[in-house]
């Protein structure tokens, strides 16, 4: 599309290719916001029940590593469900109404990758990762030490998150890369 086309946009003119465009990116902001909505309800609830598990970890007396994996976990929630409360609060947002212009922009910055969002879920992940490797280590009875444990528990883990960050990442490129990619072409023209 070239910055003649955008103009024409702008004057109001149809363009098969923005509206097929604008309907996608839609459907998948609609996509989006049902699926940020109902994770920030099992993230805010498991942030009770971790919470209420580490609470009688502390009660029980099971010691400062079996308490504090907990705490690990229950403060992983917390910053999964603010995660997907800024993506509820992002989509629930959304004004159709604006310039093509505005609204490509707000597309782009949407559909980017690598935003915020992602780095404090990755960081939910760590957390999640050390609490689940700490709590586990308990359970093993190999006889080995707890740190040489958590390193066994993370040849599993790891390869784990991993594939879950590469299918979050194919599902990206499928789904939202492409109207990233128009948003970016369509503005990158759009300012020369």
């Not at 086309?5 to 465009?21: L, P, Q, R, V, Y």
């Not at 699926?35 to 029940?49: C, D, E, P, Q, R």
Request: proline residues 2%; aromatic residues 18%; contains cysteine.
């Amino acid at each position: 599309m070239t910055a003649k086309d955008i103009m024409k946009i702008c004057e109001g003119e149809s363009i098969a290719n923005i509206d097929e465009f604008v309907t996608k990116m839609k459907r998948e902001d609609a996509h989006n916001l049902g699926i940020a909505k109902k994770l920030y309800v099992v993230y805010f609830l498991g942030t009770f029940l971790y919470g209420g598990l580490f609470v009688l970890s502390i009660m029980a007396g099971d010691g400062f590593w079996k308490a504090f994996s907990w705490f690990l976990f229950t403060l992983a929630f917390v910053v999964c469900a603010v995660v997907f409360r800024m993506s509820k609060t992002l989509y629930n947002r959304v004004d159709y109404s604006v310039s093509v212009i505005e609204m490509l922009r707000q597309a782009r910055f949407r559909y980017r990758f690598w935003q915020p969002m992602v780095w404090l879920a990755l960081l939910g992940v760590l957390l999640v990762d050390i609490g689940a490797s700490i709590n586990m280590s308990f359970h093993m009875e190999m006889g080995w030490s707890m740190w040489t444990n958590i390193g066994v528990i993370n040849l599993f883990l790891v390869p784990l998150f991993l594939g879950a960050f590469f299918f979050g990442w194919r599902k990206w490129k499928k789904r939202s890369k492409p109207i990233y990619d128009y948003a970016s072409e369509v503005l990158k023209d759009a300012e020369q």
